[in-house]
Structures are given as C-alpha cells and as structure tokens.
Nanobody, 118 residues
Framework: VQLQASGGGLVQTGGSLRLSCVAS????????IGWWRQAPGKEREGVSC????DSESVGGRFTASRDNNAKNMVYLQMDSLKPDDTAVYYC????????????????WGKGTQVTVSS
C-alpha cells in the first residue's frame, strides 16, 4: 500500500503545474484525498481537500480532481503560481470521512518538489 506524488519541478511565476498522485495496492475512488505542502522551516499546510463524494474540488488557484478512468490516480492542478508556493507537495488519503485534518489521514505519499522562480 503506497502513495506517490509526482509532477513537481521548476516553473516561473504565473506558470502552471499538474501534480499526480498514484496509489499502489488500493484504489482512491472511495477515499478522501488531501494535498499538502511544506516549505523549509514551516509546518505542513493543506492546499486542497477532495472528498470521496466529489470528483473535483476547486479552490482558488488549486484544483484537485480524480482521473475519470484510473481509480488509483488523482491530480492537483496549480495555476498562477507564485514564489510563495515553493514547497514539497504531498498527497494523502483517508477512509471514513470527508474532511482533511492532518491527523485523520491514513496514507501519505512521498512528496514532490515544486519551485517557483521570480
């Protein structure tokens, strides 16, 4: 049972990136997905929460969504990126609820680095 985030990289201010999160050993279709980030010296913070009841969660510049076909894949579309968005981004998953409290997450993936240059 494993989660893995990918798709990070270096992008200029105002650019976009799409992160992917793939599950191995289980399906994400009925799980609530959290996307998080952690910058050096800062605490991990939530950037998007996708309830198991929804196929998409739109929030400002970040949109989380599920793959229409692959039930073990979710995405985080990030637009109009700013230097303050620079961080390691993580995906997580939980069963049995719709919220994304950090302590309620059952599974965590290794992060992917996003760097936004000014």
């Amino acid at each position: 049972v494993q989660l893995q985030a990918s798709g990070g990289g270096l992008v200029q201010t105002g650019g976009s990136l799409r992160l992917s999160c793939v599950a191995s050993g289980f399906t994400l279709g009925y799980m609530t997905i959290g996307w998080w980030r952690q910058a050096p010296g800062k605490e991990r913070e939530g950037v998007s929460c996708l309830s198991y009841t929804d196929s998409e969660s739109v929030g400002g510049r970040f949109t989380a969504s599920r793959d229409n076909n692959a039930k073990n894949m979710v995405y985080l579309q990030m637009d109009s990126l700013k230097p303050d968005d620079t961080a390691v981004y993580y995906c997580s998953a939980r069963t049995g609820g719709t919220g994304c409290n950090l302590d309620d997450m059952d599974y965590w993936g290794k992060g992917t680095q996003v760097t936004v240059s000014s």
